[in-house]
């Protein structure tokens, strides 16, 4: 079993910036393929990025393409997304997950293990 546990979440103005962290904590002896997603109350999951279990490869939901970076530093156990340009529609809470396998992946039910989330809010 894997821990999940964001932070970095918080109140920020419309154009400005922030970065979220997710780290990993027991059975982490292997690299997996991890994402964040958002989730907007009353809404569905909505997938924001993705990365594999090297660092290799990323993918990027349009939304948030040329704004938002994933990456990873796999001797930490850290996951983080640098949220550039924020819009008050990137207003949500944002999770952090892992999957059993290596590869990045967009599809929520791929993934095993989940945070509990972090709140981002941007004003206008």
């Known amino acids: 079993q894997v821990q999940l546990v964001e932070s970095g979440g918080g109140l920020v103005q419309a154009g400005g910036s922030l970065r979220l962290s997710c780290v990993a904590s027991g059975r982490t002896g292997s690299v997996y393929g991890m994402a964040w997603f958002r989730q907007v109350p009353g809404q569905e999951l909505d997938y924001v990025a993705t990365?594999?279990?090297?660092?290799?490869?990323?993918y990027y939901a349009d939304p948030v393409k040329g704004r938002f970076t994933i990456s990873r530093d796999n001797a930490k156990n850290v996951m983080s997304l640098q949220m550039n340009s924020l819009k008050p529609e990137d207003t949500a809470v944002y999770y952090c997950?892992?999957?059993?396998?290596?590869?990045?992946?967009?599809?929520?039910?791929?993934?095993?293990?989940w945070g509990q989330g972090t709140q981002v809010t941007v004003s206008s």
């Open positions: 990365i594999s279990g090297n660092g290799g490869t990323t």
């Open positions: 997950a892992r999957r059993g396998s290596f590869s990045a992946s967009p599809y929520s039910h791929d993934y095993e293990d």
